[in-house]
C-alpha cells in the first residue's frame, strides 16, 4: 500500500485505481458487516494497512457519515496507535489498534511446549 499511495501521489492513474477498487472492496466489506449486525459501535483499523495507513482509514470512513461518523484528521494523520480516531461527537468509534502477531505466535508455541512430556 506504501509503494500505491506514493506512485498515486505522483499522478499515476493504474496506482490511483489500486488504491480506489482496495477501498471499494473495504467499503463492501464494512457495510455488509454493518448490514448483518444492524449498526456498529465501532470500526476497528489494524495490521500493516489499518495501523499506517491514514489514506485508506480515511477514505474507508468518508463514506460512513450517514451512520454518525466523524473522523477526526488530525488525529488519524498523526501516526496514530492504540487510540480512538474518531472526534468526540462521533456515534461510531474508530480505533486503530496495534497488531501483535509475534505476541499471539510466543503464547501459542509456549501453549505447545507447556503439554509436551
Known sequence: MREITAAMQSGNPRAQLAFDMFVHRLRAGIGSMLASLGGAEAIVFTGGIGENSSEVRGAACSHFTFLGL?????????????QDIATAESKVRV????????????RECWKLLAREP
Open 70 to 82: 466523524a473522523l477526526d484528521s488530525a488525529k488519524n494523520a498523526a501516526n496514530p496507535s492504540d
Open 95 to 106: 480505533l486503530v489498534v496495534r497488531a501483535q502477531e509475534d505476541w499471539a505466535i510466543a
